[in-house]
């Protein structure tokens, strides 16, 4: 199986301010690599595809990009409604798997 | 815009099998080059995938849950399912299903239901 690590595993961070977490996988996944949001109780958000494309309307100050191993995310303006828990994933081979996840928070 | 909604017991005895749907709204689930998955949060612990179905049927499974675990396809009612047999405490999490595209990866998913397993 491919390993998917994430740093930090939580972080504070203010509003306005960037957020950059990091996604590793042990094996390269080439672009194979989503980003996605988690709040308890809702639905997950799918935030970025094929490392660094937007899903549609996923606000402008999220960007994703790497290739291979690495890959980040940026939170760029952060505003009240972006503190939750980001996961990486690879997509590019079986089975799929997920990083640990980052709690991003106040 | 596709909609996914799981539904199914919250509680489930030890060595007892879960059950779960997921109906999917609109007629998105009859087109083809979607993949329907499932994935679980256990408490404390990250997203886990144990599997996907095409409309076709054809299915994919996390070698990890591959013995106890079955996704299916039921085209009349725009739903598919998730069985796992023989569950115990560590099958206890959030069930998410999900939709995927390809290169596009996961798009869409359900808010989850949360399965106990206990006596």
């Known amino acids: 199986d491919i390993q998917m690590t994430q740093s930090p595993s939580s972080l504070s961070a203010s509003v306005g301010g960037r957020v950059t977490i990091t996604c590793r996988a042990s094996q390269d996944v080439s672009n194979f690599l989503g980003w996605f949001q988690l709040k308890p109780g809702k639905a997950p958000k799918s935030l970025i595809y094929a490392a660094s494309t937007l899903h549609s309307g996923v606000p402008s100050r999220f960007s994703g990009s790497g290739s291979g191993t690495d890959f980040t995310l940026t939170i760029d303006s952060l505003e009240p409604d972006d503190f939750a828990t980001y996961f990486c994933q690879q997509y590019k081979s079986f089975p799929f798997t997920f990083g640990p996840g980052t709690e991003v928070d106040l | 815009q596709v909609q996914l909604q799981e539904w199914g017991p919250g509680l489930v005895k030890p060595s007892q099998t879960l059950s779960l749907n997921c109906i999917v709204s609109g007629d998105f689930f009859s087109r083809g080059g979607y993949y329907w998955n499932w994935i679980r949060q256990r408490p404390g612990k990250g997203l886990e995938w144990i599997g996907y179905?095409?409309?076709?049927?054809?299915?994919a499974y996390n070698p990890a849950l591959q013995s106890r675990a079955t996704i299916s396809v039921d085209a009349p009612k725009n739903r598919f399912s998730l069985k796992l047999t023989s569950v115990t405490a560590a099958d206890s999490a959030v069930y998410f299903c999900?939709?995927?595209?390809?290169?596009?990866?996961?798009?869409?998913w359900g808010q989850g239901t949360l399965v106990t397993v206990s006596s």
């Open positions: 179905t095409y409309y076709s049927g054809r299915t």
């Open positions: 999900a939709r995927g595209e390809g290169d596009w990866g996961l798009d869409y």
